[in-house]
């Protein structure tokens, strides 16, 4: 995306045009974010492609095909990410995906509401329920309207809790 300033003195009021091929969810939560002063985030809509193998078609005694499907999921359903054996995972409340993103690339392009907690999880701020601390280990994170549970080190739980009680 180009960005470019123009001063002109001579204005009464900041006016800001928006040009784009296509009225894409990133361009109307930009003009949203604009038009609310700036105090919305911009990109937390954004969608995610993931996904899901699923079981296909069983022919005479053969192995179960896997068939793999592609989702859209908005970022904030996403609950939080983590890798296991390799594999990095996306959490909702009810589903597992993958991505093939790396956990690493992941934390450059999502939003600031979501955060490392740990070298294999990355989790979705405004979705944490509780906390239970343990002072031996990883402390449980649980998530809003989930079963589901991520944990975070030592390491990170610090900052962690500073990052929450700001807001």
């Not at 045009?17 to 969810?25: D, G, M, Y």
Request: charged share 30%; hydrophobic share 35%.
């Amino acid at each position: 995306m180009k960005v470019r300033i123009e001063l002109d003195p001579e204005l009464n009021e900041e006016s800001v045009v928006i040009h784009c091929r296509e009225l894409s969810p990133e361009v109307l939560a930009l003009q949203r974010s604009l038009q609310q002063g700036g105090t919305q985030p911009i990109y937390e809509e954004r969608t995610i492609l993931l996904k899901q193998e699923i079981p296909g078609k069983q022919s005479r005694g053969e192995p179960v095909e896997w068939l793999e499907k592609e989702f859209y999921i908005p970022l904030t359903e996403i609950l939080f990410y983590e890798t296991e054996n390799k594999i990095v995972q996306a959490h909702t409340g009810t589903e597992i995906y993958q991505t093939e993103q790396k956990l690493y690339e992941l934390e450059e392009w999502l939003p600031g509401s979501f955060m490392r907690i740990s070298k294999s999880t990355i989790v979705n701020l405004r979705e944490i329920y509780a906390i239970t601390k343990n002072l031996a280990g990883a402390s449980r994170i649980e998530f809003l309207g989930s079963h589901k549970s991520a944990y975070a080190s030592r390491s990170y739980y610090k900052a962690l809790t500073e990052r929450l009680k700001r807001g």
